[in-house]
């Protein structure tokens, strides 16, 4: 199994900024894909960034030029920027982690962060 451990959420006022970080560690796992998703209290989970092996991002049109993904594959890290944050940012932030063990695709998720932006 893999274990998602994430951190770096919390309060800030609309147009600051925040910074949430997600590590993955396990036992022999490959990772495909690492990304973060965010859900608002009564509304679904939908993806906001992600960052595959090979580094390439994709990011939701409403945080494009505000939000940043990187990674650390030596560490299995993945940091996300967000700046000039908007009270619509606001919601549990969950990083899932695409992933191999032994040939088949896990998809294993964080227990999330609150990220409430106060306007």
């Known amino acids: 199994q893999v274990h998602v451990m994430e951190s770096g959420g919390g309060l800030v006022e609309a147009g600051g900024s925040l910074t949430l970080s997600c590590t993955a560690s396990g036992n022999a796992f490959t990772i495909r894909v690492m990304g973060w998703y965010r859900q608002a209290a009564g509304d679904v989970r939908e993806p906001v960034a992600r960052i595959s092996s090979s580094g390439t991002t994709t990011y939701a049109d409403s945080v494009k030029g505000r939000f940043t993904i990187n990674k650390d594959g030596a560490t299995n890290t993945v940091v996300l920027q967000m700046n000039n944050l908007r009270p619509e940012d606001e919601g549990v932030y969950y990083c899932?982690?695409?992933?191999?063990?032994?040939?088949?695709?896990?998809?294993?998720w964080g227990q999330g962060t609150q990220v409430t932006v106060s306007s």
């Open positions: 899932l982690v695409d992933n191999t063990r032994q040939g088949v695709i896990y998809l294993d």
